[in-house]
């Protein structure tokens, strides 16, 4: 076991500095963004030259070097937030209750709140970069009666509370969207063909997110405008001109002008704050390559199999697995070390490393698939530990049959939160929150609860009875004790599956119906919160695909001949559980990615990337070894499976 300094080294040396990086990039970026945005802003069609020459003047101005400081520390503070709240996992709300939960957090409502206070800050550069009505907060009026007073300056004062508005809004979209969710690009590009081929798409969503925000924040100030003028006016010791209309009045808000600097202001607040998150992405996801073994201690555990089979950051683990996939592919003398022997002993230490986390990762998916669909079988109800102890699939003894060295870990070998994770515990009672999925009365997969939940009619043997899908589904001798009980029509319930009898008269509250409600899962979400870590788990299947393959001509020792019956039934078993839950309706639906987001979508995909990584990964062994995987010991079930592909019928 490392010790602390030793477990994050990853984060200080790598993650903090390419973090660092991005933030820069995004400070160089800055004046000529701001300088497109006075452009913008002064630009008059009429006056051309003499606008562009007042540009010119105030980007050279001391209120422009002002400006730029305060644009600056906004730019590190959203840097600082990318990297205290991003995550390679993204977490997904299986319930609209849950995601109410996640925006009420405390940790996002303080998100919100710093956000609300970095738009006030950009919104004021805004301000002082337009023209003369938006500079300030108080100037001079004069009343009906000819005096000459300090007026509030409402057109500032909405773009001030514009700017909180669409930094609040920016924030809630974030959990929405998943914005905080890192992807480890597949297809590697340099740094600059990066960031340029997403620039489009960035000004594309800053300028479309500000159109909906402003709308959203006229609707709010046309009926909520009066509190902050008047609550500005008392505290300030402002007064009113009676020669402007209010601002939220239709003839206030139908000002061109004012709808323009408040459209432009928002679309420059959200594309820098994009283009920091952009580069935040490009960056801390770039290829790292870990060495497989090292000649000094001091750095055995920055080697990949000490790296894999560690407990380290979320991050760390998905470019260790990126880098033994590409590896695997395309470097013959790293895949030397891979199969090489230790010396003194003769030992294939790399070898069992990198193999079992990778085994013990696929089976810990195996797992959670078989948990999820046992769960959708018995209508969203968790099975007890006696039933889930007698019923072994044929997969899970697959899996374990193979050597000692090879026998998966039950427990999550990425470490990764525990709401996506704790969706599918093999025999464990699920919270409405985290549970994978619950079907409704409506739902297409239960038609048993559906008749269950029908009117009961008084001549039926069911009347007066519990009704459930346990005591439905299975003969009556299991439940009952004697010949008359079955006469009856009164079946003893078990106490690890049926609750207790409710008088058949009392009816739920409309609190707990609402509750309920919000509690129903969504089952295209709930697939997807299952694979949402999957991308760990196809660079899994990838390097040990590659690696049994180059075995048959590169393994000198034969080192992965040892473990290949463990390899081939985890494959197999985690094929055929992919395969049992594509058969479920909502799983083979695709959902539509929104091009109007920065959030990144490539999650909600993600099992028909792996579905389609373990066809080729199983091709690719079989294509190698042909007939020779007859002699490998399996279940006959998965040698079936496996005949299967070894003749392309899959």
Not at 100 to 107: C, I, M, N, S, T
């Amino acid at each position: 076991m490392f010790s602390a300094e030793q477990s994050c080294w990853f984060v200080r040396k790598v993650v903090c500095w390419r973090a660092a990086a991005s933030v820069a990039w995004a400070v160089l970026l800055l004046p000529p963004t701001t300088a497109v945005f006075v452009t913008l802003s002064r630009f008059s069609l009429f006056h051309p030259i003499e606008s562009m020459s007042e540009c010119v003047s105030f980007l050279t101005s001391a209120t422009a070097f002002l400006a730029f400081i305060l644009l600056f520390g906004v730019i590190l503070q959203v840097g600082f937030l990318n990297l205290e709240y991003y995550t390679v996992v993204p977490s997904i709300a299986c319930s609209k209750i849950a995601l109410f939960a996640q925006l009420l957090h405390p940790r996002q409502f303080l998100n919100s709140v710093v956000h609300c206070i970095m738009g006030v800050v950009v919104a004021w550069c805004c301000a002082v970069t337009a023209d003369g009505r938006y500079q300030a907060l108080a100037s001079p009026c004069m009343q009906s009666d000819g005096t000459l007073q300090t007026c509030l300056n409402e057109h500032h004062l909405v773009l001030l509370l514009a700017g909180a508005f669409v930094g609040f809004a920016h924030s809630l979209s974030g959990v929405i969207h998943n914005m905080n969710y890192v992807s480890v690009h597949t297809v590697q590009q340099y740094k600059y063909l990066r960031f340029k081929g997403s620039l489009p798409l960035v000004v594309k969503c800053s300028a479309t997110q500000a159109l909906y925000s402003i709308r959203n924040f006229i609707v709010v100030y046309f009926f909520l405008g009066y509190i902050p003028r008047a609550w500005a006016c008392r505290t300030l010791n402002l007064h009113l001109s009676s020669s402007l209309h209010p601002l939220d009045t239709v003839a206030g808000l139908l000002d061109v002008s004012l709808l323009y600097h408040l459209w432009i202001s928002g679309t420059f607040l959200l594309f820098t704050w994009y283009i920091t998150l952009q580069l935040f992405r490009i960056f801390v996801t770039e290829v790292y390559s870990f060495p497989v073994q090292s000649s000094f201690t001091e750095e055995a555990h920055q080697c990949l199999p000490k790296v894999l089979t560690g407990k380290q950051p979320m991050i760390l683990k998905f470019l260790a697995l990126q880098d033994l996939a590409l590896l695997s592919q395309h470097s013959p003398s790293r895949r030397d070390e891979v199969f090489s022997l230790s010396q003194p002993g003769g030992h294939p230490h790399n070898w069992n490393a990198i193999s079992k986390e990778c085994v013990s990762l696929l089976s810990d998916l195996t797992q959670r698939l078989v948990a999820y669909h046992d769960t959708v079988a018995t209508n969203g109800r968790a099975k007890s530990q006696s039933t889930g102890s007698e019923r072994k699939t044929s997969s899970e003894s697959s899996v374990n049959s193979g050597p000692d060295v090879m026998t998966p870990r039950p427990s999550a070998l990425l470490k990764t939160p525990a709401s996506v994770f704790a969706r599918a515990n093999v025999g464990g009672v699920h919270s409405p929150w985290t549970a994978p999925f619950t079907p409704d009365l409506d739902s297409p997969f239960s038609p048993t609860l559906r008749r269950l939940t029908a009117p009961v009619e008084q001549c039926s043997p069911w009347y007066g009875t519990v009704q459930s899908p346990h005591v439905m589904r299975r003969p009556p001798k299991l439940w009952s004790t004697s010949t008359d009980s079955q006469i009856n029509g009164s079946l003893p319930p078990s106490p690890a599956s049926v609750p207790s009898p409710k008088p058949a008269d009392s009816k739920p509250s409309l609190l707990s119906q609402f509750l309920q409600n919000r509690k129903e899962q969504l089952p295209e979400a709930s697939s997807q919160a299952l694979f949402a870590d999957s991308q760990a788990h196809i660079w899994a299947l990838e390097g040990l695909s590659y690696l049994v393959q180059a075995s048959f001509s590169e393994d000198q020792y034969g080192v992965v001949q040892t473990t290949l019956p463990s390899i081939l039934s985890c494959i197999l078993a985690l094929q055929e559980a992919v395969d049992r839950h594509f058969k479920l309706p909502h799983a083979s639906s695709k959902s539509l990615r929104s091009s109007s987001s920065m959030g990144d979508s490539t999650y909600k995909t993600m099992r028909f990337a792996l579905r389609a990584t373990l066809k080729t990964a199983i091709y690719r062994i079989t294509s190698t070894f042909g007939d020779h995987l007859n002699a490998v010991q399996m279940s006959a079930e998965h040698r079936k499976r496996l005949q299967h592909f070894l003749e392309y019928k899959e």
